[in-house]
């Protein structure tokens, strides 16, 4: 066993250990897996169906299932898109365009050096602020194409 | 017993029966899309919906998951009700344009096409799961499920690759209204595909006659959960004394 493995099944155990073996638990549990690793990766998802005892088929569709849940690798900063229609219409499309470009990657994708996320959302609650980029839980707000690359250097 | 009034017929029936299986008693169609008597209602497909009215309130329930009551008035075949129906297959003809079950049923409730644009014209899946079901409930081994949500929406092994669990019985594929999920049995090998995935088993070969007679795996399980000798299943049953 590779001591990638071992770290992910620890912490997993780690995780199980807080739980009753119920299945009504497995959404927290998924989640504090992930909060701890990042995002779900094949091991821990094969790790809590044999903890929980809980078919692997089971803990796959409710692990696919939240857009909150990964199975990919995730950067290490989260870049949330507003496609509201507010922000759509004040140029959100734009916005995400010049992200991705500077990013080299699309949405949904993940930055090879694991640097950062990027995923669109459809509305945070800001339509005011719009265009809305929130980075890590931070909101940025009337954000221009201009702008993107100050923001994404403020967070390097 | 309670009584009941369905399509303005008296009907007695014992508790515990639904509202589908109550009408069917008394041949009153319903149509339904993801019922089987192997396998515990589900309400997928929403094809079995009725009205109900109590106490003079009326609703819309499904029946296949509605059980009788005492004095419960229904209709299985009311104006609203028939709108709805019919919604609800022109939708599945735009996703399933080729499946034959969901033709039929449009068919018989009198709906020619579709208003709505067909996006993937090969897909089969009706996401009754059906498939889901009878490998949950009746093989015991949950090898497949229905992941991802809304239009991504579909049956699937984990990781589309993880297999362990099955055992090639072929539950699914005999269980699937529309043929999306299926088996075929090549030389050795047991293929079943299903929309997003292909799995490959190894046959037992009797070893009298040569012919690949069963899937390995299911072999094993069988040997397993019954606790038999596996000298049981050295020859395929032609060859068996
Ligand atoms: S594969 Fe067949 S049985 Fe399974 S959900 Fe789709 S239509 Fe239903
Ligand atoms: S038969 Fe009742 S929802 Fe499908």
């Known amino acids: 066993m590779t001591t990638e493995v071992r770290e992910i099944e620890d912490s997993v155990g780690a995780v199980l250990a807080r739980y009753q073996r119920d299945e009504g638990f497995l959404v927290s549990i998924l989640q504090d897996v992930q909060t701890k690793l990042n995002y779900l990766p094949r091991e821990a998802l094969l790790k809590v169906s044999q903890g929980m005892e809980v078919p692997l088929s089971r803990v796959y569709s409710v692990a696919t299932f939240f857009k909150a849940f990964s199975l990919k690798p995730r950067g290490r900063h989260l870049l949330h898109v507003c496609m509201g229609t507010a922000c759509h219409v004040r140029g959100a499309v734009r916005v995400l365009d010049r992200i991705e470009q500077e990013l080299g990657i699309g949405s949904g994708e ?22 809305v980029v929130v980075v890590d839980g931070e909101y940025a707000g009337q954000m221009t194409s201009d702008k993107v690359k100050h923001l994404l250097e403020s967070f390097d | ?30 149509p339904t899309l993801c019922v089987n008597e ?13 009205e109900v009215t109590k106490k003079e309130r009326q609703r819309l329930v499904a029946s296949c998951l509605y059980f009788v009551e005492e004095g419960l008035i229904v209709r299985t075949d009311s104006e609203r009700i028939a709108l709805i129906r019919g919604m609800i297959i022109e939708l599945l003809l735009a996703r399933c344009p080729k499946a034959g079950e969901v033709q039929e049923l449009a068919k018989r409730l009198g709906v020619r096409e579709s208003r709505f644009r067909v996006e993937d014209e090969n897909n089969l899946c009706v996401l009754c799961a059906l498939c889901t079901r ?3 409930e009746v093989v015991g081994q949950s090898a497949i499920s229905l992941v991802n949500p809304g239009t991504d929406r579909e049956v699937a092994i984990p990781f589309y ?8 019985c072929g539950s699914c594929a005999y269980i699937c209204p529309t043929e999306a999920i299926k088996l075929e049995d090549v030389g050795d090998t047991r ?22 007679w069963a899937p390995e795996k299911q072999l094993e399980y069988m040997i397993k959960k019954a606790n038999i000798s596996p000298k049981v299943f050295d020859l395929c049953p032609d060859c068996r004394e």
């Not at chain 1, 694991?114 to 265009?131: H, I, K, Q």
């Not at chain 2, 399509?7 to 069917?24: K, P, S, V, Y």
């Not at chain 2, 192997?38 to 009725?50: F, H, N």
């Not at chain 2, 070969?205 to 012919?211: H, I, R, S, V």
């Open chain 2, 161 to 168: 690759d993880n297999s362990d669990a099955c055992i090639a």
């Open chain 2, 134 to 136: 009878v490998c949950q």
């Open chain 1, 110 to 131: 993940t930055t090879r050096d694991l640097e950062y996320t990027l995923e669109t959302v459809n509305c945070v609650g800001a339509c005011a602020l719009g265009p």
């Open chain 2, 38 to 50: 192997a396998v515990s209602p589900y309400g997928a497909c929403r094809l079995c919906l009725v």
């Open chain 2, 1 to 30: 017993m309670v009584t009941l009034t369905i399509d303005g017929q008296r009907i007695q029936a014992e508790e515990g029966t639904t509202l589908l299986e109550a009408a069917r008693d008394h041949n009153i169609y319903i």
């Open chain 2, 191 to 212: 293929i079943i595909t299903m929309p997003n995935c292909r799995l490959e088993f190894k046959l037992k070969q009797c070893p009298k006659c040569g012919t690949y």
